[in-house]
């Protein structure tokens, strides 16, 4: 299993200075699409009113998070001039489920089926993957955050029903993320996932 994961709302207030928001913004937008891709980032975009933005994170604790918000190249560039984080417990509804793609850290923490912390902060250049591994690792990107979090509670043994019951939503919206979590994993069955995620951890950890 993985360790335990904490979402985090976060508001960046910017300054007044549009033009270093020009500047970078293209630089920002790449780099937090990175971070939704390793699971960081599940939602978040600007403020109606242009004043700044509003990020919904995962991290292991705010340490992380701080190491990742402050390599934003916004930071970097000192264009928001207030950082506001806080915890964030998602509990109820779909919003759990499906809203914030990618996954919520819902009730606060979980055990997370993903590689670790070392996968929040930009890895050095390596020599790339065998192909095998590549291809393993593109199907285990695929799954969501959502997803990797249903899969740990069915490992950890909750019923569809129990699973429904703690996000405060349908089994059939469940059965929906399961059947999901299933096609991308190439399985049919809750008795073949233990070996599906340990094949995948194994190629993720090569």
């Given at each position: 299993?993985?360790?335990?994961?904490?979402?985090?709302?976060?508001?960046?207030?910017?300054?007044?200075?549009?033009?270093?928001?020009?500047?970078?913004?293209?630089?920002?937008?790449?780099?937090?699409?990175?971070?939704?891709?390793?699971?960081?980032?599940?939602?978040?975009?600007?403020?109606?009113?242009?004043?700044?933005?509003?990020?919904?994170?995962?991290?292991?604790?705010?340490?992380?998070?701080?190491?990742?918000?402050?390599?934003?190249?916004?930071?970097?560039?000192?264009?928001?001039?207030?950082?506001?984080?806080?915890?964030?417990?998602?509990?109820?509804?779909?919003?759990?489920?499906?809203?914030?793609?990618?996954?919520?850290?819902?009730?606060?923490?979980?055990?997370?089926?993903?590689?670790?912390?070392?996968?929040?902060?930009?890895?050095?250049?390596?020599?790339?993957?065998?192909?095998?591994?590549?291809?393993?690792?593109?199907?285990?990107?695929?799954?969501?955050?959502?997803?990797?979090?249903?899969a740990t509670m069915m490992l950890d043994g909750l019923t569809n029903k129990q699973i429904a019951e703690s996000f405060t939503v349908s089994t059939r919206a469940v059965?929906?993320?399961?059947?999901?979590?299933?096609?991308?994993?190439?399985?049919?069955?809750?008795?073949?996932?233990?070996?599906?995620?340990?094949?995948?951890?194994?190629?993720?950890?090569?």
């Open positions: 299993m993985g360790e335990s994961y904490v979402a985090f709302v976060v508001e960046l207030v910017f300054r007044g200075n549009e033009t270093d928001r020009l500047s970078f913004g293209e630089a920002h937008r790449t780099y937090w699409k990175r971070m939704a891709a390793r699971g960081i980032l599940l939602g978040g975009g600007p403020w109606r009113d242009g004043t700044g933005e509003l990020l919904v994170c995962e991290a292991p604790d705010r340490r992380t998070l701080l190491r990742v918000l402050y390599a934003d190249p916004y930071a970097q560039a000192q264009v928001f001039g207030e950082l506001r984080v806080r915890e964030w417990n998602a509990v109820m509804g779909h919003v759990v489920l499906a809203g914030l793609e990618r996954t919520t850290g819902g009730a606060g923490t979980h055990e997370r089926i993903r590689g670790g912390v070392a996968a929040l902060v930009p890895p050095a250049v390596t020599a790339p993957a065998p192909p095998a591994v590549r291809e393993e690792a593109a199907v285990r990107e695929e799954l969501t955050a959502h997803e990797r979090r249903i059965e929906l993320h399961i059947t999901r979590i299933y096609r991308k994993l190439d399985i049919r069955r809750r008795a073949q996932l233990a070996a599906a995620i340990d094949r995948f951890e194994a190629a993720l950890a090569c």
